[in-house]
């Protein structure tokens, strides 16, 4: 065998056994013991887990003249470091655009500059008939998981054409990941603070509260209902969001949920740092006030929230933030995070009792993987799934600061947060990338994952 890990304790999100595993030509081949190869891992007094997906992530997303600064490099050896072996970035048509022209331009961005393995959801803008037609083309090339918005001028679909788009969905495996806000009323609150010279980053929050999340939420689950579509509900964020798919989830209905590690950790306080620092955390939908964090890891615990992504969408504090020094609105939108998501659930969710070593794994891995049709491929350690493995130091303490992390970004959110248990190695098909902390993989090993239809 090309590479064996021994002595480690292998946990999935169904059970965790002491055994070695044997790689060969990128794939596991081998569970058991006292196995033998040309490349040998100690993972003694470690825990083996399977590659983590992060499902939703923005690396060079372009908004309005800034672009957000980790790319497909910089973002993937990030990624990499921080335990996440497969990602999931966007297509993002422009208004009119093909989406087949946006998506070879995606493309070429990530191909031969990922380090880790990805996959792109499509994205619409619109019910056009060409719209439709390549939604299905796409999809039949492994392209199965769709991003729609309630919000944002240039991407957000109205009702009608939400209908449309659903049923195409539901016709052809391909499943829907909907950011649930309510437009009009983001719009109106906007213009009201502003009016009143309300322009710090204070009024991010109040310009999107709960009930605006949660009332596109249950319009967006209704539609989906109507038309038999499954749907997952992007970054939920609070209680009353997760009424709503409680609701629809006891009634029967196929809604998963995805959380981030944000929302789950930081509240609105820090909207009032001094300096404009609040403006590190003006992300949609924002951050809520503590009282929601206990419902959300509970409802994580217990799966009504499906899965851990990130939103990671970084911007430099020192430039990009500030132009919206006196305008919150003009603040561009998102947070780094694609390095700290494991670290961070694995300390504070399993180090905390909050979440069982099992759940932690399932959320981070398994069900990304599972709904987004790259499983058992990835998201679990079985013998035929790819070499994507990571060991993790349980007891290993790291202060996370921006100067130490690999995401290009002059801040992180959790800047001087301990975490205890970190990846000590992490394996993409068989290759070691990182070693004690440092990208040691080789450039561009990163490769394209055509997706199955879902199939939950
Ligand atoms: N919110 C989004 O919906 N997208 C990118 C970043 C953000 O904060
Ligand atoms: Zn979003
Ligand atoms: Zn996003």
């Known amino acids: 065998m090309d590479l ?64 957000s600064t980790d790319d497909f490099r910089t973002g993937t ?22 989406l087949r022209e946006a998506t070879d331009l995606r493309r070429a961005e990530a191909d031969g500059q990922a380090v880790v393995d990805y996959t ?44 449309h788009l659903l049923e195409v969905a539901r016709d052809h495996g391909i499943v829907p990941l909907v950011h649930t806000e309510n437009h009009a009323a983001i719009e109106h609150l906007k213009a009201r603070f502003l009016a009143e010279g309300k322009v710090e980053p204070h009024y991010h929050p109040l310009s999107r509260p709960p009930t605006v999340e949660a009332e596109a939420a249950y319009r967006v689950i209704t539609l989906a209902g109507l038309v038999g579509c499954p749907v997952i509900i992007a970054h939920l964020t609070c209680r009353e969001t997760l009424a709503a798919v409680e609701r629809a989830q006891q009634a029967g209905q196929a809604v998963y949920a995805e959380v981030t590690p944000n929302h789950l950790l930081l509240d609105d306080e820090l909207y009032d740092l001094p300096d404009f620092e609040g403006a590190k955390f003006v992300l949609s939908p924002p ?9 959300l890891w509970r409802a994580l615990a217990r799966g009504t929230l499906a899965m851990v992504s990130t939103d990671h969408c970084p911007w430099t504090f ?33 180090g905390k009792g909050r979440l069982s070593l099992h759940r932690f794994v399932d959320a981070c891995a398994t069900t990304p993987a599972r709904l987004y049709g790259l499983f058992p ?25 921006h100067a130490t992390l690999h995401q290009n970004v002059d801040y992180c959110p959790f800047e001087g947060w301990t975490v ?37």
């Open 377 to 401: 491929r990835k998201g679990t350690i079985a013998v035929g799934s790819d070499a994507d493995l990571v060991i993790f130091d349980p007891d290993q303490e790291v202060i996370l600061s």
């Open 77 to 98: 050896i990030a990624a990499a470091c921080g335990g996440t072996t497969t990602i999931i970035d966007f297509i993002s048509p422009e208004r009119g655009q093909s």
């Open 120 to 163: 792109l959801h499509q994205t619409a803008v619109d019910a056009e008939p060409r719209t439709l037609r390549e939604l299905v083309s796409l999809a039949s090339e492994g392209y199965t998981s769709l991003k729609l918005y309630t919000t944002y001028a240039a991407e957000m679909v109205d009702d009608a054409a939400m209908l």
């Open 318 to 350: 020192a430039d990009q933030k500030q132009r919206g020094r006196r305008d919150f609105t003009r603040i561009p939108n998102g947070a780094p995070g694609i390095e700290t998501r494991v670290p961070l659930l694995y300390s504070e969710g399993v």
């Open 287 to 295: 951050l809520r006030d503590r009282s929601h964090q206990a419902p």
């Open 4 to 67: 064996v890990i021994k002595g480690g304790t292998v946990v999935t999100a169904a059970d965790h056994y002491q055994a070695d595993l044997g790689v060969q030509d990128g794939r596991i081949v081998h569970i058991g013991s006292d196995l033998a190869g040309r490349q040998v891992v100690d993972a003694t007094g470690c825990l083996v887990f399977p590659g983590f997906v992060d499902a939703h992530v923005h690396l060079s997303l372009p908004v309005g003249g800034l672009v």
């Open 420 to 456: 205890r248990g970190y990846p000590r190695t992490v394996i993409v098909r068989g290759q070691i990338v990182v070693q004690d902390g440092e990208f040691i993989g080789p450039a561009g090993w990163g490769q394209f994952l055509a997706r199955q239809p879902f199939n939950w």
